[in-house]
């Protein structure tokens, strides 16, 4: 099995445990997107779009946790009045997760958590 | 009007001064794979441009690839900087020469340079034949102290 379909079986069992989720990607920190569910991000253009704006995303915040807080970057969580993205970095690759309205956020950062570390282990 | 050579000479060494100072800044304040972020980008618009350019001029990959090293890649790096070779699925460009170092630009530290060439490697062969899974590795890097840059582009 290649890495890009061991991580599309992983998203997509992830996708299933969490209704609160709208879609996934996984993104390099260049921005390139190894893999989207294309729920949200369903043509090319917002799939570039998803790719550089997580990679931005990542990039300012790992900055900060250095300058500011010299420490290591581990997850953005950004609330908007339509949903969450979250940025999970998982030392390879970028996870992304689009979700609905008031997530259950306790269940999501546990899932996420946990799907990271199995990114990890697939793009190691 | 044709503009005086050293007026021209300086008005081209401002830019360049103001372009280096953002890189800093961006690098400073958004972090370095901002940087890889947007020249990535930058570079596999460049790519989409030159598969428009060699529309008609190509029937192989072959063909395609040393289109890349004559008409892209020698007329910035001189003649015998880039060769090509494909086999099987795998094309291998490598490159003896960086651009970025040779007009000075300190290449190790700043290496979201790489990006845009990957990116048009990349989005060259992608968008001259689509249908095809297209993946880029660049395994030696003349920013990492290697002698030549090599990209390796799997087409399946």
Same mark, same amino acid.
């Given at each position: 099995?290649?890495?890009?379909?061991?991580?599309?079986?992983?998203?997509?069992?992830?996708?299933?445990?969490?209704?609160?989720?709208?879609?996934?990607?996984?993104?390099?920190?260049?921005?390139?997107?190894?893999?989207?569910?294309?729920?949200?991000?369903?043509?090319?253009?917002?799939?570039?779009?998803?790719?550089?704006?997580?990679?931005?995303?990542?990039?300012?915040?790992?900055?900060?946790?250095?300058?500011?807080?010299?420490?290591?970057?581990?997850?953005?969580?950004?609330?908007?009045?339509?949903?969450?993205?979250?940025?999970?970095?998982?030392?390879?690759?970028?996870?992304?997760?689009?979700?609905?309205?008031?997530?259950?956020?306790?269940?999501?950062?546990?899932?996420?958590?946990?799907?990271?570390?199995?990114?990890?282990?697939?793009?190691? | 009007?044709?503009?005086?050579?050293?007026?021209?000479?300086?008005?081209?060494?401002?830019? #360049?001064?103001?372009? !280096?100072? %953002? @890189?800093?800044? +961006?690098?400073?304040?958004?972090?370095?794979?901002?940087?890889?972020? /947007?020249?990535?980008?930058?570079?596999?618009?460049?790519?989409?441009?030159?598969?428009?350019?060699?529309?008609?001029?190509?029937?192989?990959?072959?063909?395609?690839?040393?289109?890349?090293?004559?008409?892209?890649?020698?007329?910035?790096?001189?003649?015998?900087?880039? #060769?090509?070779?494909? !086999?099987? %699925? @795998?094309?291998? +460009?490598?490159?003896?020469?960086?651009?970025?170092?040779?007009?000075? /630009?300190?290449?190790?530290?700043?290496?979201?340079?790489?990006?845009?060439?990957?990116?048009?490697?990349?989005?060259?062969?992608?968008?001259?034949?689509?249908?095809?899974?297209?993946?880029?590795?660049?395994?030696?890097?003349?920013?990492?102290?290697?002698?030549?840059?090599?990209?390796?582009?799997?087409?399946?």
């Amino acid at each position: 099995m290649s890495r890009i379909d061991e991580a599309k079986e992983l998203l997509e069992a992830l996708q299933a445990r969490v209704p609160d989720i709208n879609d996934l990607a996984i993104a390099r920190t260049n921005g390139l997107i190894i893999y989207t569910l294309r729920k949200i991000a369903s043509d090319t253009r917002s799939e570039r779009m998803l790719g550089g704006m997580a990679s931005a995303l990542f990039s300012i915040s790992k900055r900060a946790a250095d300058e500011l807080m010299k420490g290591n970057f581990k997850s953005l969580n950004v609330e908007i009045d339509s949903g969450t993205i979250f940025l999970i970095y998982t030392g390879k690759v970028i996870l992304i997760a689009l979700t609905k309205q008031e997530p259950n956020l306790g269940l999501l950062s546990l899932e996420l958590e946990e799907s990271a570390a199995k990114l990890n282990d697939i793009f190691a | 009007m044709a503009i005086n050579p050293s007026k021209r000479l300086a008005q081209l060494k401002f830019i #360049t001064t103001i372009f !280096s100072m %953002s @890189l800093k800044e +961006i690098k400073d304040i958004m972090g370095f794979e901002t940087l890889t972020m /947007i020249f990535r980008r930058v570079g596999e618009a460049a790519g989409e441009n030159i598969v428009k350019r060699f529309q008609g001029k190509y029937t192989s990959i072959e063909e395609f690839a040393n289109l890349l090293i004559s008409e892209v890649i020698e007329p910035v790096l001189g003649e015998g900087n880039g #060769t090509a070779s494909v !086999s099987g %699925s @795998l094309v291998s +460009i490598d490159l003896a020469a960086c651009p970025y170092k040779v007009a000075g /630009i300190p290449i190790k530290d700043m290496s979201w340079f790489c990006e845009y060439t990957e990116g048009l490697f990349d989005s060259a062969i992608r968008g001259a034949f689509p249908g095809y899974k297209v993946e880029t590795k660049s395994p030696e890097k003349i920013a990492q102290d290697c002698p030549t840059c090599k990209f390796e582009i799997t087409y399946e």
